[in-house]
């Protein structure tokens, strides 16, 4: 049974950075997507950013600029490196997996918290 197991979230002043890991436990298919989510307090989840299995990249418009997703085959994890955060980026992060027809696999989530 393959798992993503979300970390790397915490408490961090506007401004400032963080980075979120994904590891894949299992084997996922190389032919898959790797993305990240988001879901901000009270809110509905959002779509953040994505990596193609050839390494096409794509952001939401929020988060373009700011955000850099990558991946290390190696290691079987996706990242998500997140600079200049403001506050409206609190939110609880979680990775995803996604074949040709639908997201196969949500990891747990980690709570990102931007303060002032």
């Known amino acids: 049974q393959v798992q993503l197991v979300d970390s790397g979230g915490g408490l961090v002043q506007a401004g400032g950075t963080l980075k979120l890991s994904c590891a894949a436990v299992g084997s996922i298919s190389t032919s898959n997507t790797l993305g990240w989510y988001r879901q901000p307090p009270g809110q509905e989840r959002e779509w953040v950013a994505k990596?193609?299995?050839?390494?096409?990249?794509t952001y939401a418009e929020a988060v373009n600029g700011r955000f850099t997703i990558s991946i290390d085959n190696a290691e079987n994890t996706v990242y998500l490196q997140m600079n200049s955060l403001k506050l409206e980026d609190t939110a609880t992060y979680y990775c995803?997996?996604?074949?040709?027809?639908?997201?196969?696999?949500w990891g747990q989530g980690t709570l990102v918290t931007v303060y002032s």
């Open positions: 990596i193609t299995s050839g390494g096409t990249t």
């Open positions: 995803y997996s996604e074949n040709a027809y639908h997201i196969e696999r």
